[in-house]
């Protein structure tokens, strides 16, 4: 997936938004997931100037909890099992 998939968008106010594209990146979901949150007003948004939603990432993350980092996801989460020596073939 690309890097640029989780840029945010950044507003007049400097706070910093989610697009469509980004809010669906960054929750693994796709972009009609979030849009029928939107539209069922689960997640409260505004459409920016060009008419794209802009999401505040606080909104999305109280419905949709955020992708776990790839340091979180391998082989930290899973506790290493050591087979016992006895077990070993000799």
């Known amino acids: 997936m690309a890097a640029a998939l989780y840029l945010l968008n950044a ?3 400097k706070k910093l938004m989610h697009t469509l594209a980004t809010a669906a ?3 693994g979901r796709n972009k009609t ?3 029928r949150a939107l539209e069922a007003g689960k997640i409260s948004t505004v459409k920016g100037e060009n008419g794209e939603w802009q999401i ?5 993350h109280r419905i949709y909890p955020p992708l776990r980092s ?4 391998g082989k930290d989460m899973y506790p ?3 087979q016992s020596p006895l077990l ?3």
């Open 80 to 82: 290493q099992l050591h």
């Open 11 to 13: 507003t007049e106010g």
């Open 70 to 73: 790839a340091s979180t996801q």
């Open 33 to 35: 997931a979030i849009l």
């Open 88 to 90: 070993t073939p000799v």
């Open 56 to 60: 505040d990432p606080a909104e999305l």
């Open 25 to 27: 990146a960054s929750v």
